[in-house]
């Protein structure tokens, strides 16, 4: 018997220095926006609330979509990629996996990565506030924080008011003044929560 087996199965909470508050959203190397959207839109039914550059390669572009309960998955996608079938690494793989977290445990977050030993990197990213780093297999993990508080369900709602507000203002991607104007809009209170001062993490405006 592995000491894997030992380990107890419950739902408590384990005792860790801080935990998450769930799957804010996965995000995926996709292949062309066209047969994207096709599929997860055209198809599934789910809606695109966000098109903007991908802010680590703004020579890619980021799509998101509502799954249906405002959580989101998204895409980084290229016209210079056909979709294929069948798993292999590229088009389909997983590029990073995004969990929600609390912002009033930030601080406590990075004290935590670093003291275990993970290096990590804190960015705006205009709709929402992320600490990277990487897990035991080389594989992206994200922390993420909404940078305002958005009730639950309403998340693609706001998102997709916020693109509207970002094409019709020419910014290249969502920032503070969308992501306000858009809870105004909709009738939401504007919430912004404390959260570290951090640059995009692109060179796009």
Known sequence: MSNDDLTPVTAEPP???????????????????EDTIAFY?????????????????????????????GRILTFFVS???PSARGQRPGVGAVHHLCFSVD????????????AAGHGYNVFDRGVFHSIYTRDNNGLVIELSSDKY??????????????????????ADFAQDRHMEGALEELGL?????????????????
């Open 15 to 33: 005792d860790a220095p801080f935990h998450t508050t769930g799957t804010d959203h996965v995000t995926v190397w996709g292949s062309n926006a």
């Open 41 to 69: 839109r055209d198809l599934l039914g789910m809606p695109l609330v966000l098109r903007q550059p991908n802010l680590d390669d703004p020579s890619q572009t980021h799509l998101f979509f509502d799954t249906g309960d």
């Open 79 to 81: 016209d210079d990629r």
């Open 103 to 114: 912002p009033e445990e930030y601080e406590g977050i990075m004290e935590a990565l670093e």
């Open 149 to 170: 508080e958005i009730p639950d369900g309403r998340k693609g709602e706001v998102l997709a008011a916020a693109q509207r507000l970002r094409e019709a203002d020419g």
């Open 189 to 205: 209170p504007v919430v912004k929560h404390d959260l570290p001062d951090a640059s995009a993490g692109t060179g796009v405006n």
